[in-house]
């Protein structure tokens, strides 16, 4: 099973700073690998596939890096409506499918 | 519009059996695979099993392998996830997702998923 790890649990950032996330895999899942942000009360929403792919309708301020083991999520200017808490996803090798354990970002 | 449409919120209690469902509009349903997704409260997300619509081809994470049962009925575009016997440790929200599709038909990433299906075991 591959093992997905994120970084920082924990993310406080004040509007319009950047934000950057990272997702680190056991082993290499290539570029399978998709970013959901997560709202209270709300099902996930899809960010980013393919490791760098904006999902439709999601803002440029969202982008994705990295492949092989190492990814990260950019806002580049946070916004108040962007608190929330994102997972990494591999989908490379299943199954299992597996997740991280989540970064919440919260506003400053 | 790609929609998959969950049942509502159940209360129950330990021992007792159920089994909740998700509809899939806007596509081909027995085309696409069906995820099931649990989020225990406060908790990150944990992909159960998915079912192949088209010829019920089914895979279990073995951390719910015996633990629940995935169905799918095609007719009606509905897949179900159930239990036989529920513990309160079985509260949690549940979600279904569809995979996509990239390359030579791999599956890949949950898009769309749906509302969440709240089950209190009490």
């Known amino acids: 099973e591959i093992v997905m790890t994120q970084s920082p649990a924990t993310l406080s950032v004040s509007p319009g700073e950047r934000a950057t996330l990272s997702c680190r895999a056991s082993?290499?899942?290539?570029?399978?690998l998709a970013w959901y942000q997560q709202k209270p009360g709300q099902a996930p929403r899809l960010l980013i596939y393919g490791a760098s792919t904006r999902a439709t309708g999601i803002p440029a301020r969202f982008s994705g890096g990295g492949s092989g083991t190492e990814f990260t999520l950019t806002i580049s200017s946070l916004q108040s409506e962007d608190s929330a808490v994102y997972y990494c996803h591999q989908y490379n090798n299943w199954p299992p499918f597996t997740f991280g354990p989540g970064t919440k970002v919260d506003i400053k | 519009e790609v929609q998959l449409v969950q049942s509502g919120a159940e209360v129950k209690k330990p021992g007792e059996s159920l089994k909740i469902s998700c509809q899939g509009s806007?596509?081909?349903?027995?085309?696409?695979?069906i995820a099931w997704v649990r989020q225990m409260p406060g908790k990150g997300l944990e992909w159960m099993g998915s079912?192949?619509?088209?010829?019920?081809?089914?895979r279990y994470s073995p951390s719910f392998q015996g633990q629940v049962t995935i169905s799918v009925d095609k007719s009606i575009s509905t897949a179900y996830l159930q239990w036989s016997s529920l513990k309160a440790s079985d509260t949690a929200m549940y979600f279904c997702a569809r995979p996509a599709y990239y390359g030579d038909y791999e599956v890949g990433w949950f898009d769309p998923w749906g509302q969440g299906t709240l089950l209190t075991v009490s």
């Open positions: 079912i192949y619509p088209a010829d019920s081809d089914t």
């Open positions: 806007g596509y081909s349903f027995p085309s696409y695979w």
């Open positions: 082993q290499s899942v290539s570029s399978n």
